[in-house]
């Protein structure tokens, strides 16, 4: 098991960036592949970005791609999303997730982090 914190939510205007972070627990960080989903009220938890162990490899869903990064470190048990030209409809709250399998299983891993608010105005 592992235990995921993230942070870096908060309100941004159209158009502008925010960093989530998500720090990990234990020395088996590496073993893990990464995730990020997020889930916006009233609707079901839905897939944004995945990483591979290494950080070679990396996949987006299609209403983030070109604008969003997935990126990790190692060496800081630390797993990063950029997120660049968010518009309102990425408001949500956003969740890291770790899956001993990889790539990623589609609806994510045994570990979740708690989840950190994005809010993104008009």
């Known amino acids: 098991q592992v235990q995921l914190v993230e942070s870096g939510g908060g309100l941004v205007q159209a158009g502008g960036s925010l960093r989530l972070s998500c720090a990990a627990s234990?020395?088996?960080?590496?073993?893990?592949?990464m995730g990020w989903f997020r889930q916006a009220p009233g609707k079901e938890r839905e897939f944004v970005a995945r990483i591979s162990r290494s950080g070679a490899s990396t996949y987006y869903a299609d209403s983030v791609k070109g604008r969003f990064t997935i990126s990790r470190d190692n060496a800081k048990n630390t797993v990063y999303l950029q997120m660049n030209s968010l518009n309102p409809e990425d408001t949500a709250v956003y969740y890291c997730?770790?899956?001993?399998?990889?790539?990623?299983?589609?609806?994510?891993?045994?570990?979740w982090g708690q989840g950190t608010q994005v809010t993104v105005s008009s």
């Open positions: 234990g020395r088996t960080f590496s073993s893990y592949a």
């Open positions: 997730n770790a899956d001993i399998r990889s790539p990623l299983s589609p609806g994510g891993g045994d570990n």
